[in-house]
């Protein structure tokens, strides 16, 4: 019994010993494949595979294979592409996979390690990347084979897989301008990632940097199904980079700055892409940005921005922005010459031919975004504008701007505050909301202190004006709305322009000041345009008129040269008719009072020799109730002093402005010194004035341009002085004028009608005046006797009657009633002692002549019958009989002598007012017979 089972022991033996003898052999060949063929055949294989499907040159400097670790490692591991040029390399790869899941059918690497990988990649100028050319170049296209059949994932885990010390070399060449960015180190780790669904999702930490520039990324991934969660951050992304990358899709230069960007997020695909993300936030560092060709400074920069808050959901269709923080801002915006604004310019013209996108569903929900709002500290704006003459510019600083919440709906009124400070000097503040659909506009705004100067090249658009100083304040409220078209809104405020100081920008003349301006309150209406103003206070205003040596005002040239005549078609709607233009002007306007104090005029005429000034000051007073749209009955009522002594007061009712409603005004001056206006009576009249004072009484009517104007002019005690040479001066005997016109009182009291179209250019007030009374001074001295006034019309003779009398022929006898007239011209001449009365003893040779011979004959008691007279009488007339030389020369000068003794003896004239001249034998003959002696009338 004991053999068999012995034998049997002895035949297991050698089974036995050959099957570990076979798993020895096994073992030893798995071993030699694992640690030598392997790495063998990888050393080989690989660099011919790589060869083959990308055409590089691959080399491996040490490969090992652990089979019973499951190990592999490949060290010294470099490609180069076909031009010879590194595309990838490796200093060591170690891989390590897990045994027993292998058995489950499961590709486990408990450990896959990189260190320090190499790789370029180029984008190339088409678009594409060096790694799918050389691809496409090993595998050149073929006819199309059949989609294979989808087939799942294997089933891989990767339990811990690392990048260490990893460099990307990233060449760009799609752009105009190549660039290199090297990212180095590239780390990444990679946690339990699996290709089936385990429950449990990998995780991974991703960090990358390029100098300064980092990527950070963490969270956790799966692919069945496609999903990830986690954080990202991109830390201090350099100007340069962003600008290689953005600048073929904005119109700006990304000349600085550095950007962080950081957001939670969650992304799936699930029939569809699905991206949240949350806490998402920007900030920018040192941002500098510029018009696209501009060789200037940045147009904006900012010291930090930040965006907070930020949440998107692709699926949603919706974009949360939490609050926009700005700080330091500043900003520079030009208006080229052309009207454009640079930073508007910049941008891509819109066509409006192009198709609509197609790109969104119809039936997808509207995009939903919003902004919990803006914050600017510390900013600054600068404007510059080219289109005026000379080029304005403009500064806002330390402007603060708070503006509220902001969604796509735009319906929902907007908070907002600004404040900022004018470089030139002011500050202004805004404080209200704002609806942006429709547009509708609350705000209360103020400023104050601002320099007006600032804005003097848009002044010098208008007007050839320079502003020398002033300051504007205001303070009101603004409403505006856009629900219907057009435009409607209020102002409601007050405005105040102190210390203005406006002259002439060539010689820098003063033209116009003032102390203080103040409007209040001020009511405008944009739509229909209305402007009511409660109050006008002017103080201290201050006017300086000079009419130049070339006969100009210097306000005629304030206006710009070559203005449009914006009047001609006001002028020409009238003169069609059209009542419409005058009732319903563009702008209705009224101010209930206009309030003068203390103002001042100074008037200087450089035309004349030497130049004449006068001063109008203490000028107070008010208008009451000025508007442009009838019926309106205004109130003008105002004082002053000319000249330092005359007392002016110029009152009156206002119709409404530009309608033809009566405007009648008053101007009264008294007491004003004559010897002030002497350059203008040299030139007018050819003298000087010594002495004199000067009243004026004007009554003037006004209706529509139509004028009616009573000039009553007063000169007391005037007294002329040495003699003016003078072209324009007038040709007439003046003193003579003034002296006809002058009273007993030694006052000249004349009125001066004028009547005419003010629209007529031809017209003007002051020259009309001056002309009538110049005329009237012609006429004086034309004929001087009918301007004896009082004394004419008492009397009942004519002028011409007064200025001559009768004698009996052959005697100094007086015609009948010629007593009479020599007792009125007497009156006159006690009356006006300035006037010289020139006595000419006249005979007629024949009526005289016959008279004398008549009597010579009775004196020499020779009868006389009517044949002997007529004989006498021919001969005489026939020269055949004389008198004595000396009788019709020595009737003449008696009857001169009888004139100048009547005068001064019995009627009182003083001798030196009557002066007797050369006899002359050439008077004339009445109708009655009798010789008529004229006399003339002189002044000293």
Same mark, same amino acid.
């Given at each position: 019994?004991?053999?068999?089972?012995?034998?049997?022991?002895?035949?297991?033996?050698?089974?036995?010993?050959?099957?570990?003898?076979?798993?020895?052999?096994?073992?030893?060949?798995?071993?030699?494949?694992?640690?030598?063929?392997?790495?063998?055949?990888?050393?080989?294989?690989?660099?011919?595979?790589?060869?083959?499907?990308?055409?590089?040159?691959?080399?491996?400097?040490?490969?090992?294979?652990?089979?019973?670790?499951?190990?592999?490692?490949?060290?010294?591991?470099?490609?180069?592409?076909?031009?010879?040029?590194?595309?990838?390399?490796?200093?060591?790869?170690?891989?390590?996979?897990?045994?027993?899941?292998?058995?489950?059918?499961?590709?486990?690497?408990?450990?896959?390690?990189?260190?320090?990988?190499?790789?370029?990649?180029?984008?190339?100028?088409?678009?594409?990347?060096?790694?799918?050319?050389?691809?496409?170049?090993?595998?050149?296209?073929?006819?199309?084979?059949?989609?294979?059949?989808?087939?799942?994932?294997?089933?891989?885990?990767?339990?811990?897989?690392?990048?260490?010390?990893?460099?990307?070399?990233?060449?760009?060449?799609?752009?105009?301008?190549?660039?290199?960015?090297?990212?180095?180190?590239?780390?990444?780790?990679?946690?339990?990632?699996?290709?089936?669904?385990?429950?449990?999702?990998?995780?991974?930490?991703?960090?990358?940097?390029?100098?300064?520039?980092?990527?950070?990324?963490?969270?956790?991934?799966?692919?069945?199904?496609?999903?990830?969660?986690?954080?990202?951050?991109?830390?201090?992304?350099?100007?340069?980079?962003?600008?290689?990358?953005?600048?073929?899709?904005?119109?700006?230069?990304?000349?600085?700055?550095?950007?962080?960007?950081?957001?939670?997020?969650?992304?799936?695909?699930?029939?569809?892409?699905?991206?949240?993300?949350?806490?998402?936030?920007?900030?920018?560092?040192?941002?500098?940005?510029?018009?696209?060709?501009?060789?200037?400074?940045?147009?904006?920069?900012?010291?930090?921005?930040?965006?907070?808050?930020?949440?998107?959901?692709?699926?949603?269709?919706?974009?949360?922005?939490?609050?926009?923080?700005?700080?330091?801002?500043?900003?520079?915006?030009?208006?080229?010459?052309?009207?454009?604004?640079?930073?508007?310019?910049?941008?891509?013209?819109?066509?409006?031919?192009?198709?609509?996108?197609?790109?969104?569903?119809?039936?997808?929900?509207?995009?939903?975004?919003?902004?919990?709002?803006?914050?600017?500290?510390?900013?600054?704006?600068?404007?510059?504008?080219?289109?005026?003459?000379?080029?304005?510019?403009?500064?806002?600083?330390?402007?603060?701007?708070?503006?509220?919440?902001?969604?796509?709906?735009?319906?929902?009124?907007?908070?907002?505050?600004?404040?900022?400070?004018?470089?030139?000097?002011?500050?202004?503040?805004?404080?209200?909301?704002?609806?942006?659909?429709?547009?509708?506009?609350?705000?209360?705004?103020?400023?104050?202190?601002?320099?007006?100067?600032?804005?003097?090249?848009?002044?010098?658009?208008?007007?050839?004006?320079?502003?020398?100083?002033?300051?504007?304040?205001?303070?009101?409220?603004?409403?505006?709305?856009?629900?219907?078209?057009?435009?409607?809104?209020?102002?409601?405020?007050?405005?105040?322009?102190?210390?203005?100081?406006?002259?002439?920008?060539?010689?820098?003349?003063?033209?116009?000041?003032?102390?203080?301006?103040?409007?209040?309150?001020?009511?405008?209406?944009?739509?229909?345009?209305?402007?009511?103003?409660?109050?006008?206070?002017?103080?201290?205003?201050?006017?300086?008129?000079?009419?130049?040596?070339?006969?100009?005002?210097?306000?005629?040239?304030?206006?710009?040269?070559?203005?449009?005549?914006?009047?001609?078609?006001?002028?020409?709607?009238?003169?069609?008719?059209?009542?419409?233009?005058?009732?319903?002007?563009?702008?209705?306007?009224?101010?209930?009072?206009?309030?003068?104090?203390?103002?001042?005029?100074?008037?200087?005429?450089?035309?004349?020799?030497?130049?004449?000034?006068?001063?109008?000051?203490?000028?107070?007073?008010?208008?009451?109730?000025?508007?442009?749209?009838?019926?309106?009955?205004?109130?003008?009522?105002?004082?002053?002093?000319?000249?330092?002594?005359?007392?002016?007061?110029?009152?009156?009712?206002?119709?409404?402005?530009?309608?033809?409603?009566?405007?009648?005004?008053?101007?009264?001056?008294?007491?004003?010194?004559?010897?002030?206006?002497?350059?203008?009576?040299?030139?007018?009249?050819?003298?000087?004035?010594?002495?004199?004072?000067?009243?004026?009484?004007?009554?003037?009517?006004?209706?529509?341009?139509?004028?009616?104007?009573?000039?009553?002019?007063?000169?007391?005690?005037?007294?002329?002085?040495?003699?003016?040479?003078?072209?324009?001066?007038?040709? =007439? *005997?003046?003193?003579? !004028? %003034? $002296? @006809? &016109?002058?009273? +007993?009182?030694? /006052?000249?009291?004349?009125?001066?009608?004028?009547?005419?179209?003010?629209?007529?250019?031809?017209?003007?007030?002051?020259?009309?005046?001056?002309?009538?009374?110049?005329?009237?001074?012609?006429?004086?001295?034309?004929?001087?006797?009918?301007?004896?006034?009082?004394?004419?019309?008492?009397?009942?003779?004519?002028?011409?009657?007064?200025?001559?009398?009768?004698?009996?022929?052959?005697?100094?006898?007086?015609?009948?009633?010629?007593?009479?007239?020599?007792?009125?011209?007497?009156?006159?001449?006690?009356?006006?002692?300035?006037?010289?009365?020139?006595?000419?003893?006249?005979? =007629? *040779?024949?009526?005289? !002549? %016959? $008279? @004398? &011979?008549?009597? +010579?004959?009775? /004196?020499?008691?020779?009868?006389?019958?009517?044949?002997?007279?007529?004989?006498?009488?021919?001969?005489?007339?026939?020269?055949?009989?004389?008198?004595?030389?000396?009788?019709?020369?020595?009737?003449?000068?008696?009857?001169?002598?009888?004139?100048?003794?009547?005068?001064?003896?019995?009627?009182?004239?003083?001798?030196?007012?009557?002066?007797?001249?050369?006899?002359?034998?050439?008077?004339?003959?009445?109708?009655?017979?009798?010789?008529?002696?004229?006399?003339?009338?002189?002044?000293?």
């Amino acid at each position: 019994m004991k053999e068999p089972a012995v034998a049997a022991r002895r035949s297991s033996r050698p089974v036995a010993r050959n099957l570990a003898i076979a798993v020895l052999v096994l073992i030893l060949v798995y071993a030699v494949a694992g640690f030598l063929v392997l790495p063998w055949w990888l050393q080989r294989a690989l660099p011919d595979q790589v060869r083959q499907q990308l055409g590089w040159q691959l080399e491996l400097a040490d490969v090992r294979a652990n089979p019973f670790a499951l190990t592999l490692e490949v060290a010294g591991l470099s490609a180069a592409d076909a031009d010879g040029e590194p595309v990838l390399s490796l200093q060591q790869l170690r891989v390590n996979l897990g045994f027993w899941p292998l058995l489950g059918g499961t590709v486990a690497m408990q450990e896959v390690l990189l260190r320090e990988p190499y790789l370029r990649l180029d984008v190339l100028a088409d678009g594409g990347i060096n790694l799918a050319r050389d691809w496409q170049r090993q595998h050149p296209p073929t006819e199309p084979a059949a989609e294979p059949e989808p087939t799942g994932l294997p089933r891989i885990l990767l339990e811990q897989a690392a990048i260490e010390g990893g460099e990307l070399m990233v060449r760009d060449f799609s752009q105009a301008r190549p660039e290199t960015f090297r990212i180095q180190p590239l780390d990444l780790s990679l946690q339990d990632f699996a290709t089936w669904p385990r429950g449990e999702d990998g995780n991974y930490y991703l960090l990358a940097a390029a100098g300064s520039q980092t990527l950070e990324w963490h969270g956790s991934l799966s692919l069945e199904p496609l999903y990830s969660h986690g954080r990202l951050r991109l830390a201090d992304i350099r100007s340069q980079t962003l600008a290689h990358f953005l600048s073929a899709h904005i119109p700006y230069e990304l000349r600085d700055g550095r950007v962080t960007v950081s957001t939670d997020y969650e992304w799936q695909m699930d029939g569809g892409l699905h991206l949240v993300t949350r806490n998402g936030e920007v900030s920018v560092a040192g941002l500098a940005l510029a018009v696209s060709g501009a060789q200037e400074a940045p147009g904006l920069t900012v010291a930090d921005l930040t965006l907070d808050g930020i949440e998107f959901d692709l699926a949603g269709r919706s974009l949360r922005l939490g609050t926009l923080s700005l700080s330091q801002p500043e900003l520079q915006v030009s208006r080229l010459a052309d009207g454009r604004i640079d930073w508007l310019a910049a941008l891509p013209a819109s066509d409006s031919t192009a198709p609509a996108a197609t790109g969104t569903a119809a039936d997808a929900p509207p995009f939903r975004w919003s902004l919990d709002g803006v914050q600017v500290d510390a900013g600054r704006l600068d404007w510059r504008d080219q289109m005026p003459g000379s080029e304005a510019t403009l500064a806002l600083a330390h402007l603060n701007l708070s503006l509220g919440g902001l969604d796509d709906r735009l319906e929902e009124p907007v908070p907002y505050q600004l404040d900022a400070d004018l470089t030139d000097g002011g500050r202004l503040a805004l404080r209200g909301q704002f609806t942006p659909r429709p547009f509708n506009l609350e705000t209360s705004v103020s400023g104050s202190g601002i320099e007006l100067a600032a804005f003097q090249p848009y002044l010098s658009q208008g007007a050839n004006l320079a502003i020398a100083g002033g300051t504007l304040a205001f303070d009101g409220d603004l409403d505006l709305d856009a629900q219907q078209s057009p435009l409607t809104g209020t102002f409601n405020g007050t405005a105040e322009v102190q210390a203005l100081r406006l002259t002439l920008p060539d010689g820098g003349d003063r033209l116009l000041a003032w102390q203080t301006l103040r409007l209040a309150p001020i009511e405008y209406n944009v739509h229909p345009a209305r402007l009511e103003i409660g109050r006008v206070t002017l103080v201290a205003p201050e006017a300086n008129l000079v009419r130049d040596t070339d006969g100009l005002y210097n306000v005629a040239r304030v206006p710009v040269a070559g203005e449009a005549d914006t009047g001609g078609s006001d002028r020409a709607a009238a003169d069609t008719g059209d009542a419409g233009a005058t009732a319903n002007p563009a702008l209705i306007f009224r101010i209930g009072e206009l309030q003068v104090e203390n103002g001042r005029v100074d008037y200087t005429d450089r035309t004349l020799a030497p130049a004449f000034t006068t001063t109008l000051d203490a000028l107070n007073g008010a208008v009451v109730g000025l508007s442009n749209i009838p019926p309106q009955q205004g109130q003008v009522a105002l004082t002053g002093r000319v000249g330092g002594v005359g007392e002016l007061t110029f009152n009156g009712t206002l119709g409404a402005l530009g309608s033809d409603d009566h405007t009648q005004l008053k101007l009264r001056l008294s007491d004003l010194s004559l010897p002030v206006l002497s350059p203008y009576f040299g030139r007018y009249l050819g003298y000087s004035v010594d002495s004199g004072k000067l009243d004026l009484a004007l009554d003037y009517d006004l209706a529509g341009t139509r004028i009616d104007a009573s000039n009553q002019v007063l000169m007391d005690r005037l007294e002329l002085g040495s003699a003016v040479a003078s072209d324009e001066a007038l040709k =007439a *005997p003046v003193k003579l !004028g %003034l $002296a @006809l &016109l002058t009273d +007993s009182d030694g /006052v000249i009291d004349v009125n001066l009608p004028v009547s005419g179209d003010l629209s007529d250019p031809s017209f003007q007030v002051g020259q009309v005046v001056m002309r009538a009374f110049v005329n009237l001074l012609v006429k004086a001295a034309a004929s001087p006797f009918s301007m004896l006034g009082s004394i004419v019309e008492m009397t009942g003779l004519t002028g011409e009657d007064l200025g001559q009398v009768r004698f009996r022929p052959g005697s100094v006898a007086l015609a009948d009633g010629e007593a009479a007239k020599l007792a009125a011209l007497a009156e006159a001449l006690r009356e006006r002692p300035e006037l010289l009365l020139n006595v000419r003893g006249a005979v =007629a *040779p024949e009526a005289d !002549g %016959l $008279a @004398l &011979l008549r009597e +010579s004959l009775a /004196v020499a008691g020779q009868p006389v019958s009517d044949t002997a007279w007529a004989q006498a009488r021919d001969a005489y007339l026939a020269g055949a009989r004389s008198l004595p030389p000396e009788a019709l020369n020595n009737l003449a000068q008696a009857r001169g002598l009888a004139i100048q003794r009547l005068l001064t003896e019995s009627h009182g004239v003083p001798a030196q007012q009557v002066f007797l001249r050369d006899p002359s034998r050439q008077a004339e003959v009445g109708p009655a017979g009798n010789v008529i002696v004229p006399f003339a009338l002189d002044a000293r």
